[in-house]
């Protein structure tokens, strides 16, 4: 059985921290590239950042040089370190397993029930 189990949200102030983590497992975890979205009330889906087979990360605008994203192979884990929060970073967080590296939705064939990250100001 498939699995992808975020942790690690909660709420901030406005330029706290947070580490998102993702366990995943039901899958072979080193055949899929792994991703980080995001969903805001009211706003559609959008890709925050990907990481490819060697490790390389694509990033959407919004979060580079803010954002981290990393993963443990050993541990089928992915994570995402989140610094400077912004209120606009309030969000359902998803992790998501694809075929595909990019920040798309199309393309990831597994997702995680989502984990709450809220930035006040």
């Known amino acids: 059985q498939v699995q992808l189990v975020e942790s690690g949200g909660g709420s901030v102030q406005s330029g706290g921290s947070l580490r998102l983590s993702c366990a995943a497992s039901?899958?072979?975890?080193?055949?899929?590239?792994m991703a980080w979205f995001r969903q805001a009330p009211g706003k559609q889906r959008e890709g925050v950042a990907v990481i490819d087979r060697d490790g390389i990360p694509t990033y959407a605008d919004s979060v580079r040089g803010r954002f981290t994203i990393s993963q443990d192979n050993a541990k089928n884990t992915l994570y995402l370190y989140m610094n400077n929060l912004k209120p606009d970073d309030t969000a359902i967080y998803y992790c998501?397993?694809?075929?595909?590296?990019?920040?798309?939705?199309?393309?990831?064939?597994?997702w995680g029930q989502g984990t709450q990250v809220t930035v006040s100001s």
């Open positions: 039901g899958f072979t975890y080193s055949s899929y590239y």
């Open positions: 998501a397993a694809g075929r595909v590296a990019w920040l798309q939705l199309v393309g990831y064939k597994y």
